[in-house]
């Protein structure tokens, strides 16, 4: 397409390298910045200057945060069970179920030989630390993705708890809550019928 | 949701307000700006902060551009005729059909009294002084939306025009090109035998 205006045609180019967004969303957001009053753009860019210049990683478990120790250790929390999560948005997922009251640890991603990954690009080396120094932890539950890749490090974690003293746990795969059985696929039902348990509204 | 941290939580609202990108989005969004090098959020901040402070609108035909004095009068261009509408992004799409070689005016929105839109609030004087000055110009087509609004426009553009020595065409409304006729609506349908036309393939 051709752009009437050179600063247009930056701001498109550079909206759309985000993901999820093409040069048509892009240039609708641009259009829709030039309407707004020059304070809201000024607003905007603020926040993500500030964001992007001023965000901390918790040292002890990998949360993004805005000082570099997190809420993680606040004392209502449950300290003897760290939940092992992939990236941030996890925690959130988990937190807002409210079934979960622990410490988390986020890994930054996950074992990924394909993608030039390995264990030492992860925070796995931190999370056995953790576990050694904190005596009150006495459980570990794995909350990574069902895919070959979250499943590799999964085992790869399990292998190198398995000389402490903690329980390694996994969150249950089955049958997703409200979804029919037919849809379900052949893995996933011969997985939650090996993994069946006792009956609970819960 | 509880956000990790409240530069997060800025971040996230402040891209929430911008149209069709919810909380969800826009978390995913800020979560990739800080897997980026720092350097991915500062090119989009600058090109966001050029446009929104350099940007001009052509004094002619109000089309958004870098200069007061946008293309718009090229040599190669139709100057006889002047298609009007509503925004830039229809400039784009009237140039993108290679169609139409004419002139433009963006009227920058259409009367809309429930919103307190009046003639006065959109360029169409400048396009009646417009259309007075330049002794050139043959034909108005408006190419404004179907709807009560840009039908009023439309109206209204074409009463002030009765006294010019121009001829006032719309674009013509009818079945889209590639669709069946069952799927069409009864207005359309009736407009488009209405209108019918000679045969061709163009």
């Known amino acids: 397409m051709e752009y009437p205006s050179l ?10 390298k985000l993901p999820g967004i093409g040069k048509k969303t892009a240039l609708r957001l641009v259009l829709h ?10 607003d905007l860019l603020l926040a993500l ?19 570099e120790k997190c809420t993680c250790q606040n004392a209502y ?20 179920t409210g079934k979960y009251n622990g410490l988390f640890h986020v890994l930054g991603g996950r074992i990924s030989p394909v993608d030039g990954i390995g264990p030492e690009n992860v925070n796995i080396e931190s999370l056995i630390n953790r ?5 009150q932890v006495k459980e570990v539950i794995l ?3 069902t895919t070959i890749e979250g499943d590799t490090t999964s085992f790869y974690i399990t292998k190198l708890l ?9 969150i249950a795969r089955g049958i997703p809550v409200g979804s029919e059985l037919e849809f379900a696929d052949e893995v996933t039902l011969g997985r939650s019928i090996a993994s069946r348990m006792l009956f609970s509204q819960d």
């Open 7 to 16: 600063l247009i045609e930056r701001a498109v180019e550079e909206i759309s």
């Open 33 to 42: 910045l030039l309407r707004q009053p020059a304070n809201f753009t000024a």
């Open 49 to 67: 200057k500030d964001l992007r210049e001023n965000i901390k990683y918790c040292t002890t478990c990998h949360i993004i945060a805005d000082t």
């Open 77 to 96: 929390r449950d300290t003897s069970v760290i939940c092992v999560v992939e990236d941030t948005p996890d925690v959130l997922a988990i937190r807002s």
């Open 131 to 135: 576990v050694k120094s904190e005596d």
């Open 143 to 145: 909350a990574l993705s």
């Open 162 to 170: 398995k000389e402490q003293n903690v329980k390694v746990t996994t």
